[in-house]
């Protein structure tokens, strides 16, 4: 499994840092989508970090969907351990009823 890792792991660097190496020019990130000519709001940014940032955002927005939509099987699973425990609570105590205590004989010599 290491072992794929690296193979993964060396290509994708591999393609990252000369993605980051031939993309150092700044290009206009704009926000105002209605006056391209004078943007209201706009930045100025190397168009890696335009992309960088873009895949971070989508990473975390694709996380947080997928945390949001498992949230039904995470309470499941809270209620299942909250179940075993009360049941093996349950045990035990019922066992502790169930024991009679053996009189201890007296050791008197």
């Keep these: 499994m290491r072992i794929l890792r690296w193979l993964l792991f060396i290509p994708i660097a591999g393609i990252s840092l000369y993605l980051a190496l031939a993309n150092r020019h700044d290009v206009l ?17 190397p168009l890696i970090l335009v992309i960088f940032l ?7 927005l ?9 949230g039904k ?4 699973a809270r209620q299942s351990r909250r179940d075993v425990k009360q049941l093996s609570d349950e045990i035990v105590e019922t066992s502790e009823k169930l024991l009679v205590p053996t009189p201890t004989p007296d050791r008197t010599v």
């Excluded at 694709?62 to 498992?70: E, F, L």
């Excluded at 099987?73 to 499941?76: Q, S, V």
């Design 54 to 60: 873009s895949v971070l955002v989508g990473l975390l």
């Design 29 to 45: 990130f704009s926000l105002d989508p209605f006056t391209p000519e004078t943007p209201a709001l706009a930045l100025q940014l």
């Design 73 to 76: 099987w995470r309470r499941e």
């Design 62 to 70: 694709g996380g947080a969907s997928a945390w949001a939509r498992q």
